[in-house]
């Protein structure tokens, strides 16, 4: 039956190079603004850890730079442009920046489906940013950034995979001639020199910058106060995700705990009154003194909001952070162009 949608993706394949093809030749005018301006994405539909990758430029780059954030906030419940609070409704900024908003607290969130408009906002208004983060616009081309970081998930690279519907990807795979660097994430493998050559030549795309990234897991955070899990080991686990691909988190969590009941919800899922009372009588129902819920870290910005529910029951959200493989060279690399642009 998938082979029905074949038709559906070549239409897709068609438009979507058309569209490129105007940018490629600036029929279709890109802005260009007198800031280095760093983009986050992917060719492919739901997540490949864009907003990690964002948290972790941003760690870096914060050394030595004033880094703005803006990101479409999908989801959220109207299009105005805002910026984002420590404190700010998750209805109206959205799951992910909110979250890169409590993670770094200091750093200027904005979220604006036009990011030509959020870019002039945040020149306007906070005139000492240096560099501006853009989280998730590789097919946002009105904008012309100077790097483009593209990610692609190592268990299904975009080489291997088709236009949608038939496939995931949200354009044609050789778009990937726009990126200036290519991070296989989530990835699980040793990343000698043999692998290294091997994703080359699975890629044929030598002339790029290959990077590999993977997960790291913290010590899990209670939702509602400061305490901290120093592990898991022997707690009776109710998993909680609203995320792309909950498969890494599972597969940490059977090796290091006991996942009781998994709890699956769509991506970006805003939990409803209903959705609570359905997790608190499973809750309830479970008769172990080390039960606990765990849930993500972009999952725990929505469900603070029903804190009055939720308070005096053990539910802790887990974050991560993201390990590169090549460091000090990637780190460099972002570093050289802010510097010198």
């Known amino acids: 039956m998938k082979f029905l949608f074949i038709p559906i993706s070549l239409l897709f394949d068609f438009i979507t190079s058309v569209r490129n093809f105007l940018f490629d ?25 864009k907003t990690p990758h964002i948290n972790y430029i941003i760690k870096e780059l914060s050394k030595m730079f004033n880094v703005a954030v803006i990101s479409r906030g999908y989801k959220r419940n109207n299009k105005n442009l805002k910026f984002v609070d420590y404190n700010s409704n998750v209805l109206e900024v959205g799951d992910e920046p909110l979250m890169l908003k409590k993670k770094n607290p200091d750093t200027i969130i904005l979220v604006s489906g036009d990011r030509a408009k959020g870019i002039k906002k945040i020149i306007n208004e906070y005139p000492k940013i240096d560099v501006i983060l853009l989280d998730d616009g590789f097919q946002h081309r009105w904008v012309s950034s100077g790097f483009n970081l593209l990610l692609t998930s190592a268990s299904n690279p975009f080489y291997k995979d088709y236009l949608f519907p038939f496939g995931s990807l949200r354009e044609n795979k050789k778009g990937y001639k726009r990126a200036d660097i290519i991070a296989i994430t989530n990835n699980t493998e040793k990343t000698d020199n043999c692998y290294i050559k091997k994703i080359k030549s699975e890629f044929s795309i030598s002339d790029k910058p290959i990077i590999f990234s993977k997960v790291k897991y913290q010590k899990p955070k209670h939702i509602f106060s400061d305490k901290v899990l120093n592990n898991l080991k022997e707690r009776n686990i109710i998993l909680l995700t609203g995320i792309a691909n909950p498969t890494p988190l599972i597969n940490y969590l059977n090796k290091n705990s006991t996942l009781n009941y998994h709890m699956k919800f769509k991506d970006h899922h805003n939990y409803t009154i209903n959705d609570i009372e359905n997790i608190l009588s499973y809750y309830n129902r479970v008769k172990d003194v080390k039960k606990l819920i765990l849930t993500t870290e972009k999952d725990s910005v929505k469900l603070f909001q029903f804190n009055k529910e939720l308070t005096g029951l053990e539910i802790y959200f887990i974050p991560i952070e993201i390990e590169v493989n090549d460091k000090e060279n990637f780190d460099k690399k972002l570093i050289e162009y802010v510097s010198t642009n």
């Open 25 to 49: 030749y600036n029929i279709l005018k890109s802005e260009k603004f007198d800031i280095p301006i760093i983009c986050v994405g992917n060719l492919s539909l739901g997540g490949s850890g």
